[in-house]
């Protein structure tokens, strides 16, 4: 009973961990602020610049993936934890950290929205999401929410191949993770919008969730056979 009121998501991989997120985002918007204020000054704004910040986000997510089985798999393992139980936990930790930062994205299109209207200025992006305006909170939260798992599980991936076949390992799983990632930003509509089907809530639950588990299965596979020189369990 006492490990189980210990397990808190809060409190994963390391305490605080989810905040890092909060300040990634806090400053990433108030660049975005600077940036419009500055190209309202000396130029026009035609459209969303937090839209493209959101890459920012994307690379962030990618790198949590990565932190997770490249870092603390090995101290968790170290200080006594299974693999098991940790992979466990860390699979829960990126579908939580995929919702924080999606929640954190869509406050950042909000906040933006009220901004442009006050001041005047079209709200455009420049492609078809699930969502057409920033101000629908539902289809943002489902679009960020399966691009985020996509590319946190693919670093999740990348870092558990190299520390278990190294480089060459990569030749192998790249393509894997590669496809996850794009076909879920085909299926939110975030990249090659062109794609027949591109910005469907079908084709995006279907490539989103089941790109993440195909990815977290591989994931998985790899880890449990890693060789670490420091294990309990």
């Known amino acids: 009973m006492t490990e189980r009121r210990a397990w808190s998501i809060a409190r994963f991989p390391e305490p605080g961990a989810l905040a890092y997120a909060?300040?990634?985002w806090l400053g990433l918007f108030l660049l975005s602020v600077l940036f419009v204020a500055g190209r309202a000054i000396f130029g026009t704004v035609t459209g969303s610049f937090w839209e493209h910040l959101t890459q920012v986000l994307r690379w962030f997510a990618f790198g949590t993936g990565i932190w997770l089985t490249g870092v603390y798999l090995r101290l968790h393992v170290a200080h006594g934890r299974t693999r098991r139980d940790f992979l466990r936990r860390a699979?829960?930790?990126?579908?939580?950290?995929?919702a924080v930062l999606a929640a954190l994205t869509t406050v950042g299109y909000l906040l933006e929205?009220?901004?442009?209207?006050?001041?005047?200025?079209p709200h455009r992006l420049t492609r078809d999401y699930l969502f057409t305006s920033g101000g629908e909170v539902g289809p943002i939260l489902?679009?960020?929410?399966?691009?985020?798992?996509?590319?946190a599980v693919a670093g999740a991936l990348a870092a558990a191949t190299f520390r278990r076949l190294y480089?060459?390992?990569?030749?192998?799983?790249?393509?894997?993770?590669?496809?996850?990632?794009?076909a879920t930003e085909i299926g939110v509509g975030a990249r090659f919008a062109?794609?027949?089907?591109s910005g469907s809530v079908g084709?995006?639950?279907a490539s989103?969730?089941?790109?993440?588990a195909v990815a977290l299965a591989a994931t998985w596979a790899l880890a449990r056979e890693m060789p670490l020189r420091e294990e309990a369990g």
């Open 208 to 212: 989103g969730i089941g790109g993440f």
């Open 142 to 151: 489902l679009t960020y929410v399966l691009v985020y798992l996509a590319w």
């Open 91 to 98: 699979s829960v930790y990126l579908v939580a950290f995929a």
């Open 167 to 182: 480089w060459y390992g990569l030749v192998i799983t790249a393509p894997l993770a590669v496809a996850v990632v794009a």
């Open 113 to 121: 929205l009220a901004l442009y209207r006050v001041a005047g200025w």
């Open 22 to 24: 909060v300040l990634i």
């Open 194 to 197: 062109n794609v027949t089907g």
């Open 203 to 205: 084709l995006a639950l």
